[in-house]
């Protein structure tokens, strides 16, 4: 019988991603898995993989909104780490077949200009650390079947992280009210949904704040010059070859994705 470790949970998940072959959760032969384990599960993912010669460039926040919270069955937001690899540049097709069932879902930005450490940050605080906000596109690829998963799954899986695009028009946060900036998610051309910034914990400032605070208790701050995806806006939708999607938002402009 396997005894489940966290490192042994981190191969498996490396092992998942780099095969491509989707799996069953990790709870479902590990019940016993707590959050705190999940996360040390997911930092020594992100370890490996920064000594492959990947390089830390952000966090991103997870399950952020109402829309993507009822989705997934889940009620708490979480943070996980975005690497090099994961960013596609604007215009660079997604090809579809490097993934396992990829989704894509639109997202806020943040470009850090401040180190930014809980804990006690408020959104006022973690807003004034921000030096830009750009649109971006999520693309995620859950390790698990069907992106069935418990938070502790998907936490250990690093947030079903694959790609990123950050683009559109880059605006100083003090041009914006970001909670009231609207997007329309479309797909081939039609919209299949739409959200304000405040979908995102009321205003994704709150979310930056979140994500230095609870990151704050293991020990990590925000460094200037890194990313931060604040969580889809809306419910992800699948992607396949031929299929284009948008984000199209009023200030921050359009991040479209051409899938092949
Ligand atoms: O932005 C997000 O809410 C991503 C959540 C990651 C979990 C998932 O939906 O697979
Ligand atoms: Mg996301």
Not at 47 to 60: H, Q, S
Request: charged fraction near 20%; aromatic fraction near 4%.
């Amino acid at each position: 019988m396997t005894e489940w470790t966290v490192e042994h949970a981190a191969t498996v998940l490396l092992d998942a991603e780099r095969h491509r072959a989707d799996r069953g959760p990790v709870t479902d032969e590990w019940p016993s898995l707590d959050l705190e384990t999940a996360y040390a599960v997911q930092q020594e993912l992100v370890r490996r993989k920064t000594a492959d010669g990947e390089t830390v460039v952000g966090v991103k926040l997870g399950l952020t909104s109402r829309a993507k919270q009822q989705r997934m069955n889940i009620d708490s937001p979480l943070t996980a780490w975005l690497t090099d690899r994961m960013a596609l540049p604007v215009g660079a097709p997604l090809d579809v077949s490097t993934l396992i069932h990829p989704r894509v879902e639109p997202e806020i930005v943040f470009v850090l200009g401040q180190r930014l450490s809980g804990p006690g940050v408020t959104a006022a605080k973690a807003m004034a650390a921000v030096s830009h906000v750009y649109a971006g596109l999520e693309v995620i690829d859950s390790r698990y079947n069907d992106f069935r998963f418990t938070l502790p799954d998907v936490v250990a899986d690093n947030a079903s992280s694959a790609r990123f695009v950050v683009g559109g028009t880059a605006r100083r946060p003090e041009e914006l009210d970001l909670g009231l900036e609207a997007c329309l998610f479309t797909v081939d051309g039609t919209v299949v949904a739409t959200a304000t910034g405040a979908a995102v914990q009321g205003h994704p400032g709150e979310a930056l704040a979140l994500a230095a605070n609870t990151l704050a208790r293991r020990g990590v701050a925000l460094e200037p010059g890194w990313l931060v995806l604040t969580g889809g806006l809306t419910d992800a939708v699948t992607v396949r070859p031929g299929t284009r999607v948008a984000a199209e938002f009023t200030h921050l402009g359009e991040v479209p994705l051409s899938c092949v």
